[in-house]
């Protein structure tokens, strides 16, 4: 397995053309789904024929240096999810995306707030990366506890987009939460 990064206990690497059963999988399940479709899986040829080749074109976008990245568990091989380090599609390098999806089964493990971590220091440290963002529902407690043990802060409050109305919670909005190069390295020295 050819490793984008590497944490105690899990290993992301690119995903490849024959992973879309991976993401279809990970996107069948309600409650993985649930702040983000209301539960709706997400149809397979969709996965196959927009989402999967998008995540690759990405690779060669960014250089394979950010990006959305498959997550496996270093005992057992398991496939846990994915990680996602990137900018907008138009956005500037140094202005990065933090996000994950996990399956089930991955929740509650501590590995959402290990790989960000991780990933966090490579942004800061090997892409010269200026902040990273993350956006999370207010309902979802789980995202917004893994964005603060990393040091990420709310800096806006979001307004549901409207082809979200319909998911659970979605009237009370979101969040965005941000952490700076200046923020982590501070939070380094007083937190190391």
């Known amino acids: ?15 490849r053309v024959d992973d879309a059963d991976l993401l279809t999988e990970l996107d069948s399940d309600p409650a993985v789904m649930r702040y983000l479709s209301g539960g709706e899986p997400t149809a397979p040829e969709l996965v196959r024929e927009r989402i ?16 959305l990245f498959a997550a496996y568990e270093k005992a057992g091989g398991a496939f846990i999810g994915w990680f996602c380090l990137r900018p907008e599609r138009e956005g500037p390098l140094e202005e990065v995306e933090l996000g994950y999806r996990l399956r089930q089964a991955a929740w509650g493990r501590g590995y959402a707030t290990e790989v960000s971590a991780a ?10 990366v200026r ?5 999370t529902m207010a309902l979802n407690r789980a995202s917004q506890h893994v964005m603060e043990k ?10 549901t987009p409207e082809d979200m109305l319909a998911v659970e919670g979605a009237e009370l909005g979101g969040y965005r939460y ?5 923020q982590w390295e501070r939070r380094r020295v007083l937190h190391p």
């Open 131 to 135: 902040v990273v963002w993350g956006e």
């Open 119 to 128: 990933l966090l220091t490579m942004a800061f440290t090997d892409l010269r």
């Open 1 to 15: 397995m050819d490793a984008y990064l590497q944490t105690e206990r899990v290993t992301l690497r690119r995903f």
């Open 52 to 67: 999967l080749p998008g995540i690759l074109a990405a690779y060669d976008r960014w250089a394979g240096t950010r990006g």
């Open 150 to 159: 990393v040091g990420m802060a709310v800096t806006q409050k979001l307004a």
């Open 178 to 182: 941000e952490i700076t190069k200046e």
